[in-house]
């Protein structure tokens, strides 16, 4: 995986598939827009959350979040499901690419790092 020069957030990803006595294959990803599922779906830790999904509120109730996505946060830190391109040998396609990191990963410092939030 490769990650973006500040943040834990994965740019591309390999995954080789081999076979004994054939050459390795590989799918590689490139995300293209995330989506952080903890921050404002209402899919998340309930309590770092005052929302979660399928919560009634009330009959017509709406609400609205914002989060800083330059700066750390736990709801920030969960699980990413991104669009991602996929190419796979000359074919091409795009599709949903879901990851979590959990704990610290060392070299990742200034805005946004979230090794602050897993006892960095």
Do not use: K
Request: aromatic share 12%.
């Amino acid at each position: 995986m490769r990650f973006s020069a500040d943040r834990r957030f994965v740019e591309e990803a390999r995954v080789s598939f081999t076979q004994p006595g054939q050459a390795a294959r590989e799918l590689h990803i490139r995300q293209l827009l995330p989506v952080y599922l903890e921050a404002g779906t209402g899919y998340g830790n309930r309590p770092l959350l005052e929302w979660i999904h399928g919560q009634y509120r009330g009959e017509l109730v709406t609400d609205v979040v914002r989060f800083d996505l330059r700066e750390p946060s736990p709801v920030l830190a969960g699980p990413i499901d991104c669009l991602a391109e996929m190419r796979f040998e000359d074919q091409v396609g795009y599709g949903l690419f879901e990851y979590t990191i959990f704990g610290r990963i060392d070299g990742f410092e200034g805005p946004g790092h979230f090794n602050s939030l897993h006892g960095a």
